[in-house]
């Protein structure tokens, strides 16, 4: 097993695909930075498919488990089936998942990706009326479309649909509670994130965050809510039971990265779009293997690169933020996924 400076384990990676998106939320990708003239990564700039798949395959070498896929909006990559294929035919890598806005999510879309083999979705929704969500997505896009991706999914037979919504205090936090109610006996995990300090560009402030605590209340408020064990060491969310009067239930999971972190079980690393490994949301540096991996061809440098770089890991930013208002440079979350 493959532990960092602080005995944590490697046991996920995130990959980007694009340092797009077709959205332009505030907490993410405010228009005001990421706008007509905001120059993103060229296409020849990009790892190709076959280079991801040998970093990948290295990492699960080193302990990797579970891999998402993320952006930007991964949906925006195109062909991205071909690179699916790809990494669901890794041997010892047992789980693929994709996070998306759903917004490009049609019923073929949502088959083709299942058939490929992403064993799970990640779908973001950060409220459920088209004034908040337009404001939020600064595009103009109708909240009905992301609900039907989200029927999409459901139809072409993924299983565990997260649905994850990120809560700001006086934007979308009037939305919990509506979000419980649409989404109780779906079948569905609803998760709420508090709002995080990733990357520079979304100004964050910390009277903007509602509290997992506050979540938790809010929820109490309405519902019969019990506690559930992780699922694993190192999983991010607190998981609850809801359970309304009518008897219909739903699992909520919370996540808590400001008000109570959890760094010292941190088992993730993150793949930027253009080779470079990142052992921390909310670093400022990363590890470049792209260069490793297309000067060197033996496989064998590539593995001791990536132990090199978790080896020597030390990252805690959460722990060490405790609470207040960061002052070092990040990298943007559309630049590593979340």
């Not at 088959?111 to 929704?125: D, H, K, Y």
């Not at 909240?143 to 029927?151: N, P, S, W």
Request: charged residues 25%; aromatic residues 6%; proline residues 3%.
């Amino acid at each position: 097993m493959l532990l960092d400076s602080l005995n944590r384990p490697l046991h996920d990676l995130r990959i980007s695909v694009t340092d797009r998106c077709n959205f332009r939320c505030n907490y993410c990708m405010p228009k005001e930075v990421f706008g007509r003239g905001y120059s993103f990564l060229g296409r020849d700039e990009l790892l190709s498919f076959e280079e991801i798949e040998k970093i990948a395959r290295a990492f699960v070498g080193q302990g990797v488990q579970k891999i998402r896929l993320t952006g930007g909006e991964p949906l925006i990559r195109s062909d991205l089936e071909t690179l699916v294929q790809m990494l669901s035919a890794i041997p010892d890598l047992k789980d693929l998942s994709l996070t998306t806005n759903a917004s490009l999510l049609t019923r073929e879309r949502a088959r083709s990706l299942r058939s490929a083999g992403v064993q799970r979705l990640n779908i973001s929704l950060d409220a459920l009326d088209d004034p908040t969500f337009t404001q939020l997505n600064s595009v103009n896009f109708p909240v009905e479309k992301v609900l039907t991706g989200i029927d999409h999914a459901v139809a072409a037979g993924f299983k565990n649909i997260k649905i994850n919504m990120v809560v700001q205090k006086g934007i979308n936090d009037h939305g919990i509670l509506p979000m419980a109610a649409h989404f109780l006996g779906s079948g569905v995990v609803l998760r709420f994130i508090e709002y995080m300090d990733v990357g520079n560009a979304n100004a964050w402030q910390l009277d903007e965050v509602t509290t997992a605590q506050e979540i938790l209340d809010t929820l109490q408020s309405q519902y019969v809510v019990s506690p559930v064990d992780p699922n694993y060491t190192g999983e991010v969310a607190k998981r609850w039971h809801l359970k309304s009067v009518q008897h219909e239930a739903l699992e909520v999971g919370i996540i808590s990265s400001v008000s109570e972190p959890f760094c010292h079980d941190c088992s993730r690393a993150r793949l930027s779009a253009i080779g470079e490994v990142y052992n921390c949301l909310f670093a400022s540096k990363g590890h470049d293997l792209r260069k490793v991996l297309r000067e060197q061809t033996n496989e064998a440098v590539l593995t001791k690169a990536i132990q090199a770089i978790w080896s020597a890991r030390q990252d805690r930013y959460s722990q060490e933020r405790s609470g207040q208002q960061p002052s070092s440079q990040k990298v943007e979350m559309s630049y590593i996924g979340g």
